[in-house]
């Protein structure tokens, strides 16, 4: 089975920034995901990395780690509308996605 | 741009009843799937198509059955709902199935089944 780990619950001061960390085990590696997800709302994608480093995506950026089965999505300038949950994706050896349970962040004024 | 469209928004259901939730995108996708949402899990893989014509089982197949006539089109039937199956359903599409294909999701259907 994948195993996928992310923090249940992380709160930021608005303008802050907040890192959240993924760690995987799963069969294989075809890529890992980042979807953020609003409350009763369908998750949207974020960013993708298949290979080592840093990914930069406007105040978002990605970072990954194969060799230590480890990403961490980041968010700087923090905003109220970034309270949601952001959600961590690994696509295994068959191409399909397994999710963390997600990370609720709360950013406060 | 629709992309992908989901109905009923929300459905109340007594157990032991049939019912089927539909999911259609418009963006001549070749694959589509069926997750769940539950508070604590995540988003678990109910069934998967890779093309129409082409079905397959995701993680947490049982009680569910589907279907894929053609591109657009990817119903999620429960043939005897029973509580377990209360839950949030979302249809996601993405092109194709290589690594880098990303998943499109549609707007959720929220089932309760008594």
């Known amino acids: 089975g994948q195993n996928i780990d992310q923090p249940t619950e992380m709160t930021a001061t608005e303008g802050a920034i907040v890192q959240i960390n993924c760690t995987y085990q799963?069969?294989?590696?075809?890529?890992l995901f980042w979807y953020q997800q609003h409350a009763g709302e369908a998750p949207t994608f974020l960013s993708y990395?298949?290979?080592?480093g840093l990914e930069e995506k406007g105040r978002f950026s990605s970072f990954l780690s194969r060799s230590k089965g480890y990403s961490y999505l980041l968010l700087k300038e923090l905003q109220m509308k970034d309270s949601a949950s952001y959600l961590c994706?690994?696509?295994?050896?068959?191409?399909?996605?397994?999710f963390g349970a997600g990370t609720t962040v709360t950013v406060r004024a | 741009i629709a992309g992908i469209t989901q109905a009923p928004t929300s459905q109340i259901l007594a157990a032991g009843r049939r019912m089927t939730l539909r999911c259609t995108q418009d963006?001549?996708?070749?694959?589509m799937y069926w997750y769940r949402q539950d508070l604590g899990l995540g988003l678990r893989l109910i069934h998967y198509?890779?093309?129409?014509?082409?079905?397959g089982k995701g993680e947490v197949p049982d009680g569910y059955s589907v279907s894929r006539a053609n591109t657009d089109d990817f119903p999620l039937t429960l043939a005897s709902a029973v509580p377990s199956q209360t839950s949030v359903y979302f249809c996601?599409?993405?092109?194709?199935?290589?690594?880098?294909?990303?998943?499109?999701f549609g707007p959720g259907t929220r089932l309760t089944v008594l």
């Open positions: 994706a690994v696509k295994s050896n068959d191409y399909k996605l397994s």
């Open positions: 799963t069969s294989g590696f075809n890529g």
């Open positions: 963006m001549r996708h070749n694959a």
């Open positions: 198509s890779n093309t129409a014509g082409t079905t």
């Open positions: 996601a599409s993405s092109s194709g199935t290589s690594g880098s294909d990303t998943q499109y």
């Open positions: 990395n298949v290979l080592d």
